[in-house]
Nanobody
Framework: VQLVESGGGLVQPGGSLRLSCAAS????????MSWYRQAPGKERELVVG????????NYADFVKGRFTISRDNGKNTVYLQMNSLKPEDTAVYFC????????????WGQGTQVTVSS
């Protein structure tokens, strides 16, 4: 099982980034996918989740209207489009997969660093 995030980097406030998470080793369409983030000295927090078919999303209040999650089940990939980035969005962003019925089957990616700074 692998979840490989990419697309992180350094961006100025107000800028945009698109994160990708490529999944392999499990049946992608059977999993809810989520993005979490963890800033230095803080606990990991949920940013957004998307159901297996992509029909339902759940955003944290602090990203509503700025971030958009999507998934391509044909490519086994989930994306996070991040717009209007703020310095407080600086964190390591992690991809997470959780089976739709068997929650004990859940996996994490290694994370990708997003730094918002001028």
């Amino acid at each position: 099982v692998q979840l490989v995030e990419s697309g992180g980097g350094l961006v100025q406030p107000g800028g945009s980034l698109r994160l990708s998470c490529a999944a392999s080793g499990f049946t992608f369409i059977h999993y809810t996918m989520s993005w979490y983030r963890q800033a230095p000295g803080k606990e990991r927090e949920l940013v957004v989740g998307i159901t297996s078919g992509g029909g339902t999303t759940n955003y944290a209040d602090f990203v509503k209207g700025r971030f958009t999650i999507s998934r391509d089940n044909g490519k086994n990939t989930v994306y996070l489009q991040m717009n209007s980035l703020k310095p407080e969005d600086t964190a390591v962003y992690f991809c997470h997969a959780r089976h739709i019925r068997l929650s004990q089957y859940n996996y994490w990616g290694q994370g990708t660093q997003v730094t918002v700074s001028s």
